[in-house]
Each structure stands twice: as C-alpha cells, then as structure tokens.
C-alpha cells in the first residue's frame, strides 16, 4: 500500500498547488460559473479546477506506474485526454449535447477495441453468462456513457461530487489493492489524491468548481474501474476471500448515489411529461436541501448513504447477484419514495404557516 499512498500524496501535493493558480487566473479572465435560475450558489465562481484533478492524476501515475507495467494502460490515458479536453472545451465555449456525446463515444471506443474493456457477459444475472460481441459491445457503450454522465449530473453542489468520488474511487482502489491489481489501485488513488486537494477549495463556501473538465474525467474514470471490478472479481477464484458473489450488484453499490440519481430524475422528468435530458432541480441534492438542510449537510448525508450501501455489499457478500441487486433497487426505491414524503409532508406544513401568517388576528370582545 506504500506505493498507492505515495501515489495519493504525490497528486494531492500537485492538485493543491495547481488550484489556486487556477481560482486566480480563472477570476483574472472572467472564466467563472454565473449565477442564474438553476444555479444554487450565489457568486460568480472559477469552474476550471477539473484541470488541478487532471494534472495530479496523471503526473503521478506517470511518476508511480512502473514503465514496464504500462502495456495497454496508456490507453486509458489517451481516452482519459479525450474526455478532459471535451471537457475543458465545454467549460470555455459550451458545446452541444451531441458534439460531448461523440467525444464520450470516441473515448470508450479507445477503450474498447485498444485496452479491450468490455462487458463480456451478465455475470449469471438472469441466468445469462457469455454475451454476443455485438451485445457485449452495445453494453460497454451504453454503462461507459451512462456513468460517466450519472456523475456529471450529480456536480450540482459544493463538494458533493468529489465526496462521493472519493468514496468510490477508494473502495475500488482497495479492493484493487487487495487481489494484487496494483496498476488499478494506483489509478484510482492517484485521482483520490487530486481530488481531496480540490475538495479543500471546494467545499460551502467554495472557491472553484471542477466543471465538466473534473466531473466528465472522474465520471469516465469510474465507468473504467466498473467494468474492470465487474469482470475481475467475477473471475476470481471461489476461494478468494475477496470475491463478491454479486459483481454487478456490488460495482452498484460503489456508484449508487450517482445512479440513483440519474434514473430518479429520468422517472420524475417523464411522469411529468417532460424530456428527460431537460434540465431541472429534481437532482436528489436539490430535495434533500428543500428539507433545510445546507451544502454540506446534504453532502455528508449523501455521502454517509454510499457508505451504507458499500458496507451492505461486504455484508452480503456471499450472496447471490439476483438477491442482492433485487435489494439495492428495493433499498433504492424505499430512501427516494420516504425522501419524496418528506419533502411533500414538509412543503404541506409551510402552507399551513403561510396560511396561517396571513390571516388577519381578530381580537375577542369582552363579555
């Protein structure tokens, strides 16, 4: 673990020097984040810090992956670069839905036909097992853009994005650590490190934002080290004491706040008749700060539930893939309805105060 703490330390010394000059250069040139209707925070604010995260990742994993070990992982780093410069472009001039969506594609093709990351079956889930290349293919798009996104999505409040990536990107890199995949582990603490140093600028009230420079190549990131967990541990030996019997059950449980999330806001968009991709503040951040709570309490509450998911997955490891992912989505489920009737039991009281604040005192007559 010597190394992957060095790694850590090294892209946090490298992002926390890198933020500030990017806080100052960014308000010089007015590459600031403006307040506005869906906007939650209240003053313009740099929203280039994705840039320190990027950096300090990558400079330490150059520094601490050992050269003869890199093979086929330099094209994680190119499909890495992709993304940020799609993101860096978006936060200077932002660029329509379909021209991101053809730099995230190009990306997971780096991905897919170069590193040969793929989703080569269900895993036993539904009793299906190995998966036509054309499925397999279709499959590893669709979660590569699906995470990617789901956590882009999520970037709606100070530190709430870089608590939950940490939380994730330190699971997986421990797990890596554990089954001795030590190019994974220092890929993943490497950006824990980046993004702790900006999570000290970021948090209420914050400095910087990561914009989707941070947000789109941690989101990418994270799709990688998904699949990857998926497919290894479910070709771990049964002995290993590492193994989760659930693979795709439990890569969920280290995104589920991001997932949950994006599938939570697609329901409510089109039960309300409205397109799914048009943007709102359904955002599961944005209830939990209607029931008064502020940034950082909703972030720790957030970041408290991905905990209790990642300790119910060590729990049940030994349990099969339909049981526990039929308990993450019940789980799931339960937490959003119970937060919906919170939010509607706590908007029906502030009627009833209003109401009650406007009608007009009438005084008693005396006997």
Not at 317 to 342: K, Q
Request: glycine share 6%; proline share 3%.
């Amino acid at each position: 673990m010597a190394i992957q703490l060095a790694a850590a330390i090294t892209s946090f010394v490298i992002a926390f020097l890198i933020v500030p000059v990017i806080i100052k250069y960014s308000l010089r040139k007015k590459l600031v984040d403006i307040p506005g209707r869906r906007k939650i925070h209240k003053r313009d604010t740099p929203s280039m810090g994705g840039i320190a995260i990027f950096l300090g990742f990558f400079i330490s994993s150059l520094i601490w992956i050992d050269i003869q070990s890199w093979g086929n992982i330099k094209f994680i780093l190119v499909a890495l670069f992709v993304i940020f410069f799609i993101g860096v472009r978006d936060d200077l001039v932002p660029l329509r839905a379909m021209i991101k969506l053809m730099g995230q594609i190009m990306a997971a093709s780096l991905l897919i036909f170069l590193f040969d990351l793929r989703i080569k079956s269900f895993y036993g889930l539904f009793g299906v097992h190995e998966l036509p290349d054309i499925i397999s293919y279709a499959m590893t798009y669709f979660t590569i853009i699906v995470i990617t996104n789901s956590f882009n999505l999520i970037d709606g409040l100070d530190g709430l994005a870089g608590t939950i990536a940490i939380l994730a990107l330190t699971g997986f890199g421990t797990w890596f650590f554990l089954i001795n995949d030590s190019i994974f582990s220092i890929l993943s603490f490497s950006m824990v490190g980046a993004i702790f140093a900006f999570l000290i600028f970021n948090w209420e009230p914050s400095e910087v934002f990561m914009g989707d420079t941070g947000a789109l190549v941690i989101g990418m990131m994270l799709a990688i080290l998904t699949i990857r967990f998926i497919d290894l541990n479910y070709n771990l030996s049964e002995y290993s004491p590492y193994k989760f019997n659930a693979s795709v059950a439990t890569a969920s449980c280290f995104i589920i706040i991001p997932l949950v999330d994006t599938l939570r806001i697609v329901i409510l968009r089109l039960l309300k008749g409205q397109s799914p991709f048009k943007p709102d503040k359904s955002h599961v951040h944005h209830a939990i700060m209607r029931l008064g709570m502020t940034h950082g309490r909703t972030t720790m509450i957030l970041g408290a539930a991905q905990i209790l998911y990642i300790v119910l997955a060590l729990i049940f490891r030994d349990f099969s893939e339909r049981y526990v992912l039929t308990g993450v989505i019940v789980l799931s489920f339960i937490l959003s309805v119970t937060l919906d009737r919170m939010i509607l039991g706590r908007l029906s009281t502030k009627e009833v105060d209003e109401r009650e604040a406007d009608e007009p005192e009438v005084e008693g007559e005396e006997a």
